[in-house]
């Protein structure tokens, strides 16, 4: 998954598995720790799919208001150029707590790759 480092849309389902079972073991016991109507819980599958491919489709725009909040694609094509920083998939809050989000080079204006040749891989508040 992560050897693409601008991923295409379905980087997002590129993985082993037994990986990708792993990854989806909390959303199936959730519902059997928390009931929820079938329907509900297909609605949300069919949202968290989309949303996985909508973060790996290089499509940077997010309203402005919600740029500080939720975590787009282009917080998450950061992730993959850099490892250390924007591992939220919704939303930014528990990465500026622990000390990982790092504003999008993109929102920044910055190229990619002159990004990275400048090591941009520092975690930084904004």
Do not use: M
């Amino acid at each position: 998954h992560h050897k693409w480092k601008v991923p295409p849309p379905f980087a997002s389902h590129a993985f082993h598995p037994v990986d990708g079972f792993l990854q989806s073991l909390p959303y199936h016991i959730y519902a059997f720790i928390f009931p929820l109507h079938k329907l509900a819980y297909l609605v949300l599958f069919i949202f968290v799919n989309i949303w996985t491919v909508s973060i790996h489709d290089g499509d940077y725009r997010v309203p402005d208001f919600l740029r500080p909040f939720v975590n787009g694609a282009a917080h998450h094509t950061d992730h993959h150029l850099f490892y250390s920083c924007n591992y939220g998939q919704f939303f930014t809050l528990w990465d500026r707590i622990g000390g990982s989000f790092k504003n999008p080079s993109a929102f920044e204006g910055k190229l990619l790759i002159k990004d990275v040749q400048e090591g941009g891989n520092k975690v930084k508040d904004s």
